[in-house]
Every structure is written in structure tokens, then in C-alpha cells.
């Protein structure tokens, strides 16, 4: 699937051009029409993925202490106005809409032509047919897993969404496109970028549904809290039932349970979120790490908290496993 020059999943800022602004044919979401505040702060396609990423930790660290003040005094007066929190809203907003600009360009025959290349798919089947239950924590905002886990014929729910009893179970506790608040923007109203700090609005598990087809979908609040920021900070109710199931099942966890890890950050401002999860593990379960380059810390942290943890270059290994019959 030769989709790199379209997609880039590193670099936020770098396809906004070409992202339609919601209820508009236009493009160029990424703007200093559609969004002043973080144009203002500098976020341009043309920007470098360091600069970018930069501005992205600078935007969220402020998202995150604003919250943290506001749970800590509550009743003191404070300041709204300030350009980072403005540009928080911004910024959850095009991202919501970046990624379904991404999910359209990638078809059913782009996924069917690429499933059986994929070595997290044939894991996840083969607990399944093992009778095993799978819960998957993805800090993903796309839908492409649950695509793929439909093309492979695995029943799977979402975790706070809805109450099937399917053995695979997907907690998305950073949000997703397909959380899609069951208010919507009437149809002749224009798109406006909301306060999504500023303003009180209720976002319980039951104020949303799951939705993947997205092209006209226009929900006045986005389920997406962007990259680097502490999902304990924020008050919304969907967000604390998920970390509630999160909690849950890594309490119970045994050391005859194993753990899968693709990918994955560890940026200092998210740290704390992973490792209140890693910390409540059973430290004597098998952890596998895939990841080329795993970040140096994130590696020593596993290395100090679990015997029996291995790191993977290649995903491929864990296929070669499974057919080894472990």
C-alpha cells in the first residue's frame, strides 16, 4: 500500500493543506483562517517534524496545566484567553478531521491487498481462536485496527462505547474519529471551532456513538486528545470510564498473562499516564516490545520492571512464533 507520500503520522502540521475544513469544499484547514491561534504559534505544513512536534508538547503542556489548575482551585478566577489554550482547541479539532482525511484515502482493496502481511492481525486471531481475551490499549486516533479486524472477521467492542462480550476489547483512552458526540452541528449552521476547555459541556461514554462512516459527520465536540497530553487531566466522563476498564484489567493481571507492545512514545509529558499502567502489571508476565528503535528510557524501564522482557526489531518473529505453535 504506497500511501507515505499522502499519509505522514509523524509530522501533524505537514498535510494540513489539504484537509477540507468541515461543511466547506475548502480546503486548508491548517490556516490562518480556520486556525489563527496555532497559526500564530508558528504551525505550518512546511515546518520540520522536530519543530512541530515542539510546538505540539508546547501546546499540550499548557492544555495540561491549565487542567491541572483547574482541578487543584477550582473556584479561582483564571484566564481563558491565553493563545495556547485557544490553540488546544484548534488543534483537537483539526486532528480529529486530519485523520479522517487519512482514513479516506485508504480503500477496503488498499486493506485486503495488506492483511495478510500483518503480523499484529495474525496475533490477535490466533488468541482468539485460543480462547484467550485480548485487550488492546491504542493511544491511536484512527480506525485502521478496527477496519482490519473487521476485514478479518474478529468481533471486538470498544471498551465504554458499547457492551458486546467479544474476547478482543479496544480501549481508546486519548479518543478516536469514530467517537462521535450524538449532538451534531445543524445542517445549515456553519462549522466553528469550540473552547473545548472554557466550556462545560457534558461528555459522558453515553453522550456518543461509534460511527466509521465519518465524511459528513459533525459533532459540536471531538473525542481527541492530542498527542502528549495527560488524559487523567481531563475531567470529561468518557475518558474516566475508560481508564476505570484500563485499571480494572491490569489489577487482575497474573504472570501467566502476556503483554504486546507496538511501537509507542515516551515522551516526558505522557510518562505518567504509562506508567501508572506498567507499575500495576504483575512483573512477572512475559512483555514483548516490537519496535526498530525503542526509546532509551522506555527500554530501561521495562528492562528494571520485568524479567522476562523481550525486545523485537521485527514484528515478523512473532509470526514465526505463532507457527512455532507458543
Same mark, same amino acid.
Request: proline content about 4%; glycine content about 4%.
Given at each position: 500500500?504506497?500511501?507515505?507520500? #499522502?499519509?505522514?503520522?509523524? @509530522?501533524?502540521?505537514s ?17 490562518? &483562517? ?9 504551525a ?9 512536534? $515542539?510546538?505540539?508538547? *508546547?501546546?499540550?503542556?499548557?492544555? @495540561?496545566?491549565? !487542567?491541572?489548575?483547574?482541578? &487543584?482551585?477550582?473556584? /479561582?478566577e483564571?484566564?481563558?484567553? !491565553? ?24 480503500? #477496503? ?9 500483518? /503480523? ?10 485460543? $480462547? ?6 491504542t493511544? !491511536? ?10 476485514l ?15 474476547? =478482543? ?16 452541528i ?5 462549522? @466553528?471551532?469550540?473552547?473545548l ?6 461528555? @459522558?461514554?453515553? *453522550?456518543?456513538?461509534i ?5 459528513? *459527520? ?10 502528549? +497530553?495527560?488524559?487523567?487531566?481531563? +475531567? ?21 498473562? #502476556? ?15 504509562? *506508567? ?14 516490537? !519496535? ?6 522506555? /527500554?530501561? =524501564? ?16 512473532? =509470526? ?7
Amino acid at each position: 500500500m504506497e500511501k507515505a507520500e #499522502e499519509i505522514d503520522l509523524a @509530522n501533524l502540521f505537514s498535510k494540513g493543506e489539504h484537509v477540507l475544513y468541515p461543511k466547506t469544499n475548502t480546503r486548508g484547514f491548517l490556516s490562518r &483562517k480556520y486556525t489563527p491561534d496555532l497559526w500564530n504559534l508558528g504551525a505550518r505544513t512546511y515546518m520540520s517534524y522536530e519543530a512541530a512536534t $515542539q510546538l505540539v508538547t *508546547d501546546v499540550i503542556t499548557c492544555a @495540561n496545566v491549565y !487542567n491541572l489548575s483547574v482541578e &487543584k482551585r477550582p473556584n /479561582e478566577e483564571r484566564d481563558s484567553s !491565553n493563545i495556547y489554550i485557544h490553540a488546544y482547541s484548534e488543534l483537537s479539532s483539526y486532528l480529529r478531521y486530519l485523520f479522517i482525511y487519512y482514513d479516506s484515502l485508504v480503500s #477496503e482493496k488498499d486493506l485486503k491487498n495488506i492483511i495478510d502481511e500483518i /503480523e499484529l492481525i495474525h496475533y490477535i486471531k490466533n488468541r482468539v481462536l485460543r $480462547q484467550k481475551k485480548v485487550y488492546i490499549i491504542t493511544y !491511536n486516533y484512527d480506525v485502521f485496527l478496527e477496519r482490519l479486524l473487521k476485514l478479518a472477521d474478529i468481533p471486538f467492542s470498544i471498551y465504554g462505547f458499547d457492551d458486546s462480550k467479544a474476547d =478482543v476489547i479496544l480501549f481508546k483512552p486519548h479518543g478516536s474519529i469514530s467517537f462521535s458526540f450524538k449532538i451534531k452541528i445543524q445542517e445549515y449552521s456553519p462549522y @466553528n471551532i469550540r473552547d473545548l476547555i472554557a466550556e462545560s459541556i457534558s461528555q @459522558n461514554s453515553t *453522550d456518543f456513538e461509534i460511527k466509521y462512516d465519518l465524511q459528513e *459527520d459533525y459533532p459540536i465536540v471531538n473525542a481527541i486528545i492530542p498527542p502528549a +497530553g495527560d488524559a487523567e487531566r481531563f +475531567g470529561f466522563g468518557w475518558i474516566k470510564d475508560i481508564r476505570k476498564g484500563i485499571d480494572e484489567i491490569v489489577s487482575k493481571s497474573t504472570s501467566k498473562d #502476556e503483554m504486546m507492545m507496538f511501537g509507542l512514545s515516551y515522551w516526558h509529558v505522557d510518562r505518567n499516564e504509562l *506508567d501508572e499502567i506498567l507499575l500495576s502489571l504483575d512483573n512477572k508476565m512475559e512483555v514483548r516490545f516490537v !519496535n526498530p528503535k525503542p526509546p532509551t528510557a522506555l /527500554e530501561a =524501564v521495562l528492562t528494571s520492571l520485568f524479567k522476562n522482557y523481550i525486545h523485537f526489531s521485527n514484528s515478523k518473529l512473532i =509470526v514465526e512464533d505463532i507457527a512455532d505453535g507458543e
